[in-house]
């Protein structure tokens, strides 16, 4: 390694020392990078493996990679969904003494997936737009806390899938900007941002003929602007209610629990005459169902997954008789006797397909069809076996793998030592959405 490197990082870690840093990102040898999908950058990109799990490697210039880390490391404090940064990387010179652009060095988050590689053939439309509702959220969660990104896109995002639906990281935050509140011009024009880059890179997958012919690009990136202003008017908007509407407070609490919203603090003001009542609510994040099932089972998983393994949760103690049990207790017996032997039942070769709440999530739908389809209450460990053999052997792995194992594939056997314990009749779907398609799960991206 040649010159004199500066590394500034949170953490110690000595096996950033052990990569090429003398030579241009570009032309770094096969046996160092680490294959992997990524999205359309303005700068070089290289993928590697450091202690035990991937790192991004991002050339730029001195200033905004030091930006961008101090911007992702004030993001993470205030628990935004971002890429975690691990170090920034300067002085660096080739072998000659001449200079190198500097590197910021972020880590992969695990199961996520740029958009473009969320579709093999074709982006379906069902596809697209669960994708523009997730980036929708992560902007109002980002506007929530004075963040203006500047540079909204699907490319600058990894998607992460969430039970039937995709949660959205930031991945690229140079041009952001974090103040105490944004004017409602900042947010605007950041949503235009959104709206004119989200129909351009949809406009570049039809020029290359894998968008669905039912997509039209521009429509579908319209739907951001009606699913921000849907739930930043939810989130934000004063109520003013009368004085025998009082009930309406708890149910406007309800609603903001039902998005995944927690509220920190509830303004309530009466007018002169004590008639009518202004409620404003202050709230704190995203990550209600996730927060409460953290707190109850130490899982930590998206918001829907949460939402979705909550509900399992209380169906299981409705149905064998543990609703006088506390809540804490009956979790523990969901989780030892329901969760983790589903996730147990998995062999090794294929837990890196997904992440385990999304295989518990995808379990029960598969479950519930294949109940539909034999008229039947199908039990849950055949159809966690029917689901292995059927389903998740034959999904590509979202999970970083690295020279991963080869081998015959084996389906698990006995996975329950005790099937009084693991089955249980929960409740069944609920139906469809009208906007949900017909065609089998297993056919969506």
């Known amino acids: 390694m040649s010159g004199s490197l500066n590394i500034t990082a949170?953490?110690?870690e000595p096996g950033l020392l052990a990569l090429p840093w003398d030579i241009p990102l570009e032309n770094w040898p096969d046996d160092t990078i680490?294959?992997?999908?990524?999205g359309i950058s303005r700068h070089i990109v290289r993928f590697a493996q450091l202690d035990g799990y991937v790192i991004a490697i991002k050339e730029t210039t001195d200033e905004m990679a030091q930006g961008e880390y101090d911007m992702l490391r004030n993001l993470q404090k205030i628990e935004v969904p971002c890429v975690e940064p691990v170090a920034v990387i300067q002085g660096r010179?080739?072998?000659?003494?001449?200079?190198?652009?500097?590197a910021l060095v972020t880590r992969h988050l695990k199961f996520s997936m740029p958009f473009r590689a969320l579709y093999s053939t074709t982006l379906r439309p069902e596809t697209a737009q669960r994708l523009v509702d997730s980036l929708a959220l992560l902007l109002v969660r980002l506007h929530n806390v004075g963040f203006f990104w500047g540079d909204v896109s699907l490319s600058n995002t990894l998607f992460r899938r969430d039970a039937g639906s995709f949660a959205a990281y930031l991945v690229d935050a140079e041009t952001g900007r974090l103040y105490d509140s944004l004017t409602k011009g900042q947010r605007e024009h950041d949503l235009e941002i959104a709206r004119v880059n989200i129909a351009g890179e949809l406009m570049d997958i039809q020029a290359g003929g894998k968008l669905d012919a039912a997509i039209d690009p521009v429509a579908t990136s319209d739907r951001i602007m009606a699913s921000y202003d849907t739930l930043w008017h939810e989130l934000n908007d004063p109520e003013l209610l009368e004085q025998n509407e009082l009930w309406k407070i708890n149910k406007r609490v309800q609603r903001l629990n039902d998005?995944?919203?927690?509220?920190?603090?509830?303004?309530?003001k009466t007018d002169a005459d004590g008639t009518k009542v202004k409620i404003q609510p202050k709230v704190v994040d995203s990550g209600h169902h996730a927060r409460r099932l953290l707190r109850l089972t130490g899982l930590d998983t998206e918001e829907n997954q949460a939402r979705r393994?909550?509900?399992?949760?209380?169906?299981?103690?409705?149905?064998?008789?543990l609703l006088n049990l506390d809540e804490e207790v009956v979790a523990h017996l969901w989780l030892t006797r329901v969760f983790e032997p589903v996730i147990r039942a998995v062999p090794e070769n294929l837990d890196s397909k997904l992440e385990p709440a999304e295989v518990f999530h995808q379990v029960l739908e598969h479950r519930w069809f294949m109940s539909q389809e034999q008229a039947r209450d199908v039990p849950l460990n055949e159809a966690v076996r029917?689901?292995?053999?059927?389903?998740?052997?034959?999904r590509r792995d979202?999970?970083?793998?690295?020279?991963?194992?080869t081998g015959t594939f084996t389906a698990a056997v006995d996975i329950i030592r005790d099937e009084d314990d693991f089955e249980y009749n929960d409740e069944p779907m609920p139906p469809r959405g009208a906007d949900e398609p017909v065609r089998d799960w297993r056919d969506l991206v």
């Open 10 to 12: 949170a953490t110690v």
């Open 34 to 38: 680490t294959a992997l999908p990524k």
């Open 93 to 102: 010179t080739d072998s000659e003494g001449n200079p190198l652009p500097s």
């Open 259 to 268: 998005l995944g919203f927690d509220i920190e603090e509830l303004s309530i």
């Open 309 to 321: 393994l909550l509900n399992d949760l209380d169906s299981y103690a409705a149905t064998v008789s």
């Open 386 to 394: 029917d689901y292995i053999e059927n389903v998740l052997q034959y």
């Open 398 to 405: 979202e999970e970083v793998v690295i020279n991963p194992p």
